[in-house]
Every structure is written in C-alpha cells, then in structure tokens.
Nanobody
C-alpha cells in the first residue's frame, strides 16, 4: 500500500516563499515519477511540476523560474520550493506518484498517469 503525505502549506503574502514536502511509504525500487498538482476552487486540477528518477523535470509555464521540484536522497521524499508566490498560486496542492517500474521518456504531465495521491496541503497567498 503506497501512501503519500504532504506538508508545508500555509498562508503567505504575495512575493513570499513556501516549501512543500511529500513523503511516501512503500518501495523506492525501480523507476517512477512524482509530481505536484494543484486545484483551486472551481477549477480543474492542473500539474505544477513533475520529476522522474531517471528523466529530469518538467514545469507548468505559469511556475517556471519560480518553483523548483526535487527529490530527497532516499527518493521517497518530494519537495516543491515555491518562490515569488502570487495570489494566482492559491490552491490545494497534491503530491502524486506513478506506478513503479513503468518507464517514461519524460516526466508525465497528465493526471491520469499518476496512480497514487496524497490528501493535499493548502497554500493561500494574500495580495
């Protein structure tokens, strides 16, 4: 059973920073990808950034240059460093993981590629 737990959300002023963390239980054996998605009220869930153990990172255009996704050395931890936050970044942020052993040529940005999801952590940016 794979479980993902996010932490690090909160309320900040515009221009501020937050660092989200996600820890998953289960094996780190084999290749897999992880991603951060976000969903604002009344909007579709959208990808923020994705990373694969072997194939680099990808970012949504709206966060390029401001957010950085990374994995811990043990590979069961995922981070999202968020700088220069603005009110449009306000959303529930979710951590997601693909099935292990499935190789992707580049980090997938489609939510249906991800099999496991956390419960989310709220990020609120005040103007």
């Amino acid at each position: 059973q794979v479980q993902l737990v996010e932490s690090g959300g909160g309320s900040v002023q515009s221009g501020g920073s937050l660092r989200l963390s996600c820890v998953f239980s289960g094996s780190t054996y084999g290749s897999f990808c992880m991603a951060w998605f976000r969903q604002a009220p009344g909007k579709e869930r959208e990808v923020v950034a994705a990373i694969c153990t072997e194939d680099g990172t990808k970012y949504a255009d709206s966060v390029k240059g401001r957010f950085t996704i990374s994995q811990g050395n043990a590979k069961n931890t995922l981070y999202l460093q968020m700088n220069s936050l603005n009110p449009e970044d306000t959303a529930m942020y979710y951590c997601a993981k693909t099935q292990s052993g499935v190789h992707y040529s580049s980090p997938p940005l489609i939510r249906y590629e991800y099999n496991y999801w956390g419960q989310g952590t709220q990020v609120t940016v005040a103007s």
